[in-house]
């Protein structure tokens, strides 16, 4: 007589939904750091650099420069935190990080360019940061090619620039950094809050030695799996929900494209992310080892899933690592759906790599789980 | 050796090594529908291998083991129906209550709906839970939580059911009560199998096996171990000396010739000594000691008599095999 695979199920989802709810501790644990990371990593991940902290160096003293100094400032990425009188308090500042950016205006400046000379100014960056340096790059490079564009169209008989770029934003128009993040992080908290628990929930019977009197029972592995993955799968999908509901009224992320696609992605990601925590689980002899692996994965997820770098400018080896991590295809599909509005026709690629992963770690975890002790 | 079919449990050279370690050593015997097997050894001899190995969650090296008749390990499923376990721990889900884990218990065996509350009715009634049906398993204590283990054991109506050390922690009370409901369960046909470190409850078992270093060094019914040459040699008799000082009577017997052991059992000594030896001899020694009185009368072999015996020359044949 063979026993039934699922056999047991409804015992072990009666028993893990009592548990469940009378633990308050697991509950606490699933819920509380997620929703404080995604308040922390959402506000803290705006990489929007505005108003800088610039001193200036004014040696030329002229409306012109003060024009120029101001047209800097209007751009919003800088912002004057004082003027200082030679170029060693100049570069001081920016030591002492009183300011962040230095601006050198020569003597010459207003004589050279109404001589026709190139006039030159010099901005000193602390390039520390690369990303911010980069903005503030920019934004200097735009105000002095804008300016010079005026005067060489003022001297000649042009009208009009010779070449205009008409950039318009598709799908984050304002280009707000949370729009890009926010949808991500959604992805890297419900990783920090699921796995853990079915490898804790499933670890834990086995220290109590509860495991053992299940082993002893006609209970089916996948009966086993399926019952500990379920209870912690609506408590995902209730935080999952939680979450979205933040992104959209705390960071005012609009979801572009259909919540049913949200929660069928999340389902399958949460139900990837809690049979990886039933395969830590098999291998996990007690708690302390059960959480330690279960936060191995959370690295990778972080740094190789393209939620915060790009993964086409990756090592192959990275790229590879990226390709296997749930997140890395729920974030691209949060993207999709929330940022751009994709249909499932252009989404579901992602979506079914994200159910075969799920699948085959559950699979995986159920063939490995020992039915036997020792 | 009781008849084929009447057999519930019985292994064959049944051996279990953890890598170089032999945790089990070629252990065989039988045990017959209806009796209550007591399962002894000093700790870590390896007696809740053989019963995991028994209840199939254990592979066994080598060797095999049958329950009812079917194979542990080629027809598991068809065993865990057979079979209740009840192991050391007491393990219960702590934040079910009492009702829980029963109806738990019940629901893993694919009890339902009357026959699980029928069922869950009958077990109350015979383990007197009613009074902490809605506490959590974690507030009961150990008297308790061992009936509770026990009856979630039960729910299916195992046909075999293995107790490891089901009365370690427990009161004499609470001890006593278990055993008479293990009494009552193997007059109704269920087949034990306990371990256990208390010789009053090995006296009551029908049959006994004692293991030591991984090995089965005796099995077989209580009064049958007694008689065996090794615990009662021929030309011997056993005595029971009440006196005052037994420690002082104790060293001095230990001296005789023809004394060949003397063991102190509370109030009085056991002696084992030649039948040469006379009663008069003993009142004799004991008096040069200042001993005056005693009460001496032949007894019979104790199980405990039987063990110690046992693991005394199992020890010396080891250091003797060492040597």
């Known amino acids: 007589m063979k026993a039934h695979p699922f056999r047991g199920l409804r015992a072990i989802l009666f028993k893990e939904f009592i548990i469940v709810w009378r633990d308050p501790m697991t509950l606490f644990f699933m819920f509380f750091p997620p929703l404080i990371q995604m308040i922390a990593f959402g506000y803290a991940l705006d990489n929007d650099v505005k108003h800088m902290p610039m001193a200036v160096l004014n040696e030329d003293r002229t409306a012109e420069s003060r024009r120029f100094i101001e047209r800097l400032v209007n751009t919003e990425t800088f912002r004057m935190v004082g003027e200082v009188q030679n170029v060693e308090a100049l570069a001081s500042e920016i030591r002492k990080g009183n300011a962040y950016v230095g601006l050198q205006i020569p003597p010459h400046f207003t004589r050279d360019f109404r001589a026709g000379y190139p006039a030159q100014v010099q901005l000193l960056i602390d390039g520390s940061n690369s990303t911010t340096a980069l903005q503030a790059l920019n934004a200097a490079i735009s105000v002095g090619l804008s300016q010079s564009m005026e005067m060489a169209l003022r001297e000649s008989s042009r009208r009009t620039v010779p070449i205009e770029v008409r950039p318009q934003m598709l799908y984050n128009p304002t280009m707000r950094s949370p729009n890009f993040f926010v949808p991500g992080v959604i992805g890297i908290v419900l990783q920090i809050g699921t796995t853990f628990a079915t490898a804790m929930a499933v670890v834990r019977e086995r220290e109590k030695g509860t495991l053992e009197q299940l082993l002893v029972s006609p209970l089916g592995r996948w009966g086993l799996m399926l019952g500990k993955l379920v209870p912690y799968l609506c408590i995902g999908m209730a935080m999952a929900i939680l979450l979205f509901v933040i992104m959209r009224f705390l960071f005012n992320v609009p979801i572009a494209g259909s919540v049913m696609a949200l929660m069928i992605s999340s389902v399958v990601y949460v139900f990837a992310l809690l049979s990886l925590g039933l395969l830590v689980a098999t291998k996990a002899e007690n708690q302390m080892q059960a959480l330690q692996m279960s936060m191995t994965f959370m690295l990778p997820s972080v740094f190789f899933s393209g939620f915060i770098f790009p993964r086409e400018t990756m090592p192959w080896i990275f790229y590879a690592i990226g390709a296997v991590l749930p997140a890395t295809y729920f974030i691209d599909l949060m993207r999709a759906i929330i940022l751009r509005g994709a249909s499932v026709l252009e989404y579901w690629p992602s979506l079914a790599i994200l159910t075969g992963l799920a699948a085959l770690l559950f699979c995986v975890c159920a063939l490995r789980f020992r039915t036997k002790i020792g | ?323």
């Open chain 2, 1 to 323: 050796m009781p008849s084929r079919d009447d057999v519930m449990i019985e292994c064959e050279g049944l051996t279990k090594r953890f890598g170089t370690f032999t945790a089990v050593d070629h252990v065989s015997f039988a045990v017959s529908r209806g009796s209550i097997f007591g399962f002894l050894g000093p700790n870590g001899s390896g007696k809740s291998t053989v019963i995991r190995m028994l209840c199939g969650i254990l592979e066994p090296t080598e060797g095999t083991a049958r329950i009812g008749g079917h194979d542990v390990i080629k027809e598991g499923d068809a065993i865990k129906e057979m079979i209740g376990y009840m192991s050391q721990k007491f393990s219960l889900y702590d934040e079910l209550t009492v009702n829980e884990n029963l109806i738990f218990s019940g629901k893993l065996y694919g009890l339902r709906d009357k026959a699980l509350k029928q069922r869950r009715d009958e077990m109350i009634a015979i383990t007197h839970l009613e009074p902490y049906l809605t506490r959590r398993a974690a507030l009961l204590s150990g008297g308790w939580r061992q009936r509770l283990a026990m009856a979630c054991a039960l729910m299916h109506k195992p046909s075999v059911l293995f107790l490891d050390e089901p009365t370690a922690g427990i009161d004499p009370v609470a001890r006593r009560e278990l055993w008479d409901l293990l009494f009552e369960f193997a007059g109704q046909g269920m087949t034990l199998f306990v371990t256990t470190h208390y010789m009053d409850e090995a006296e009551r078992c029908s049959h006994v096996g004692y293991i030591y270093m991984a090995r089965l060094a005796v099995c077989g019914e209580p009064d049958d171990l007694k008689k065996m040459p090794d615990v009662s040699p021929p030309g011997t008799r056993r005595l029971d000396v009440t006196c005052d000082h037994v420690t002082t009577a104790l060293q001095a017997m230990r001296g005789v010739p023809g004394v060949r052991s003397a063991t102190v059992f509370g109030q009085s000594m056991h002696l084992l000594v030649a039948d040469s030896i006379t009663t008069a001899q003993i009142e004799e020694k004991l008096r040069s000691v200042g001993i005056a009185k005693p009460d001496i009368h032949e007894i019979g072999p104790s199980l405990e008599d039987v063990f110690v015996t046992l693991t005394d020359k199992l020890a010396s044949e080891n250091r003797a095999a060492a040597a």
